[in-house]
């Protein structure tokens, strides 16, 4: 199923290809004032064609509006936006059909809905379905104005220097992965519960929703494996909670204890890599080499950022409400 | 909500120090011949008070059958199980009352739940939870009789040699942490879907229900993240989708490809640490030292690995019967 | 699956002649007090044995609390409950296992549940697993202290005397039906939504999950289709919403207006009826007589009246916090 | 919310006035020849200005596919489908926003949405809305060849002759109601469960979906409140599990025994009537004679059963689903 969220829904659809993609955010509350514009930020932050090592492909990224606003506000119910693709080249991918892309999901696919799925640009597989959950990022944002929700990236091809990381993709004509942070600053005490409701749950679950996720570790994370409890206990040392040290990244059984939510993403690099690869063709069953053709990231990591950070403020909203601590709409 | 699965569909309940833990699992499917027997070999690896570096805490564990079963067989019906706490000594618990334990869900359980919750032995929070989906774990196991499941414990306190690992924990006089790794062999082709029903979201979504963990990576994991995609990439080499290698873990597009699935999982040092920690007593509002009294593991890590195996199993179960799947019940 | 509700849920378990029935109550705020005796007043008026024309079967239904009560209040984890089966007469229906019997559910559940149902008394079918759910009612109703909620049959056989028609049962020695008015008074407003979540697809919906539950109609209900537009639409008479008439039972669009709620249920007589009947031996493939043994209630409408109310209780609390309008507890 | 369903979800959306109304389907299986085409029937029967009775606004409803189609085939992802608002005359709600129309959903939007509701047309309460279910059930009907689902209104205005009972609304110069009364045949045995998810609790959870629906029943329904259980108890004549009379509405214990399928849906006369009302303006605080303007169906019921099949084909189809039961896609 396409949809996130208990009380405040996102359902994406539309295809790489397709003539658009689009969502529909559910149990957004009545009265907060949305134009394109409150959107036009974050989407451009997403976008490929202009950051280096990004894909070539451009799209307007436009949002436009089908349902749930009147008068420039919500109105409380369903909100449908669509993104149109404009800036395709199918026929790179016509030619490959019966060579499945090695770490892309074109075997699966194949496998799973019979051979019926659209395979242009990775259908409904793409990233660029991520649009949507950006869009609806940016409203839940404007939401949950008194939280701050900032990722940025860390790590690009193993360097710290995202520049050089970089080059070495370019250097060695191939993609790269890299590391995302996400720090979230002014969060509430008491959102989320111990168990399936936690929220390292939720949180993890919407992440690995982003294409190329393979990882996720909150605060100390994988190196809290190697600590000892003295050292990654985090001493609470004032009446609001606050904790001298935050190794456990802002979550204490399962809920939020009021300091600052950080965790790290792992970001597999492209799988659409300049270099040639080799893959059973299913029609003539036997291996070949191939080139990878259409318009791809050295390093989707780049573009990550700002979906992490919408994943983040749709979880974060989802919880907040149903711990029935909706904060007022500030117009 | 202490829910988990959509169709197999599993709810936890009960506290540390209460009459009795349990859960009730919904959509078992009818025939299933089932016994307290099919249950003890798993839940006997849960317990504590027989492996060196576990809790003292001796509890029976044995499975009583409320609801679900007859004449041996599963109905169809929801299964009720209970655990009843014999073991129990609430008094070291009310003593400590005022100082929240660092690590531990005091501090946020008393806000969250204003001061309603049952303190003792952590209560609902505490990881005798997951006694219940030890057995329901051995229940998806007992159904999925073609796919093995097998997590092991790689890493404790920083030593790839657990005995090494264990033996720092107790010179020090502290707790450690530990890493997970599950493999599962066997797997069908086709299970979950991009994005929210991605395989990697329902895996992680019900890890982090697991007290004490802290990240969790799928295949290469973070190292992807250093990777080049021409390294990273998995080649498929024959027709039913084997890859020369599995950096992806077995899941691309969200998807099992038929590969092994492997993941890793960093659980925290235990949070009852033996050593002399500071806090704040929230009623004199003072920095207090004290030293955590209760039984406890130095590593809980030690006791994860069939908790994670019982967590794959509904998982896997679950999403199988999302693909209209389901193994024909071998009895 | 067995579980209804999104922020208040309850989960049903257990079989009529197995050890026990059971309801799990996850959602359920912290902080009420809750004791056994707050579920006794309901708990009697379901109980057969006493009233007239309700089955001879007794049992005393007291509830044991297995979970989340702490020093006698609602902790907010799951308080699960459990009702033990005593006064079993399982021979009765050993007999008669090859003859399904007409208006129960032994030949359907016996084709979906390959036979592997517990057949005794109706297993899961029975009407005693509404047990659980008049417990979790009254819990509901005392959150909901400013909400009466109030069931009472009002036709018993075709007759609204409620006296003849069952002596009408009783001299024909066969059972009957009946009908069920709920009224509903000091409704907030705003509660339910337009089309799948309103307050009447709620209703039904659980309503149809009470055993011989035939049909529902809101206020004027099935009268409503031969009325007249301007006879039929209430007329807002003052800022508060009150409207002069209530033929649309209190709610419009699907959410209440705050006017009472008003509706009916239609309840078949009891399938197990004294009169010989005819059914197919599955066993022989031959039409046979027989007369149905083990003890039934002449008319289980009778008893429906606080499962009614407690449906009813159930939905308001649930559907209020879907509103963020939890009402203060008050002990 | 506005999605029903679990494994066949439909999500609607969309104003009466506003660009469009439209819906998402998820979970439709792949590999379905799908073309506008196959809707347009259906369609057809909804729309107005076409039949006696129906409301003068036209609409080309013609479905416009954003999504979820690849090769004129399903891919087995989210297809979306909007339809134009193109006949829209919004002038007549602005001059009458201060005086909520008896019956309507005015009142309480406003009270619930803060004055944030599209009130054009009805906005989002509109059965406009109607339309996007219409499509989805059309899609479900065609999955679901083996099975014939049939609604028809065999009551009119109180009168069981259509045109009669019409007639007296064109005489009366006043709405009517009517009911609908939907058999389904070919019904396969084993659908639904007891309790909460019971066919009748499915069935009559998403016909209390569609505006003015009232009532609803299940075979004899409220009639069988007058019955004695010797009548109405259908007995099994044959192995395959078929009655000789079909009281239940071919449901017991919630689930489908194979017999026909047979409700029906009460529907209020049409809230806009063309006679004279008095309402509360809310702002004058006055009481107010006025006319209701606007375009409006004379009976709502006329449009409603092509409405009643969309739904039941959804429902079946979904729980079809969950039986692990789908039929194989015949094109």
Not at 275 to 296: A, C, D, V
Request: charged share 20%; proline share 4%; aromatic share 8%.
């Amino acid at each position: 199923m396409n949809s996130f969220g208990r009380l405040f829904r996102v359902s994406i659809f539309g295809e790489s290809h397709g003539e658009c993609v689009g969502i529909t955010i559910d149990g957004c509350p009545a009265g907060l004032l949305l134009t394109a514009e409150d959107l036009l930020f974050d989407l451009e932050r997403r976008k490929g064609g202009i950051q280096k090592g990004t894909t070539p492909r451009k799209e307007d990224d436009y949002p436009i509006f089908k349902s749930g606003i009147f008068n420039g506000k919500t109105t409380g119910f369903p909100i449908t936006i669509l993104f149109e693709n404009n800036n395709t080249r199918s026929e790179d991918y016509q030619k490959q059909r019966d060579i499945p892309r090695p770490g892309h999901a074109d075997w699966v696919a194949h496998q799973k809905f019979g051979g019926n799925e659209d395979y242009r640009g990775g259908g409904h597989f793409s990233a660029r379905l991520t649009t949507g959950l950006v869009a609806a990022g940016a409203i839940a944002k404007k939401i949950l104005a008194s939280i701050n929700i900032s990722a940025t990236i860390i790590e690009v091809g193993g360097e710290t220097n995202i520049e050089k990381g970089l080059q070495k993709a370019i250097d060695t004509k191939d993609s790269v992965g890299g590391i995302i942070e996400c720090i979230v600053t002014g969060m509430p005490v008491g959102i989320g519960e111990p168990y399936f409701d936690s929220l390292e749950s939720a949180l993890a679950h919407i992440m690995f929703a982003i294409p190329a996720v393979k990882g996720i570790e909150f605060g100390a994370g994988f190196k809290a494996a190697k600590m000892f409890g003295s050292q990654h206990n985090d001493a609470i040392e004032n009446i609001k909670g606050k904790t001298t040290t935050n190794y456990a990244g802002g979550i204490v059984g399962g809920i939020s204890n009021g300091n600052n939510l950080i965790f790290r993403i792992a970001i597999k690099p492209t799988s659409s890599t300049p270099k040639e690869q080799t893959s059973l063709n299913w029609n003539t069953e036997q291996m070949e080499k191939f080139s990878i053709k259409g318009r791809h990231d050295l390093c989707v990591a780049l573009r990550a950022p700002v979906i992490v950070e919408a994943a983040t403020a749709i979880v974060l909203l989802d919880m907040i409400l149903l711990e029935q601590k909706l904060p007022k709409i500030i117009n």
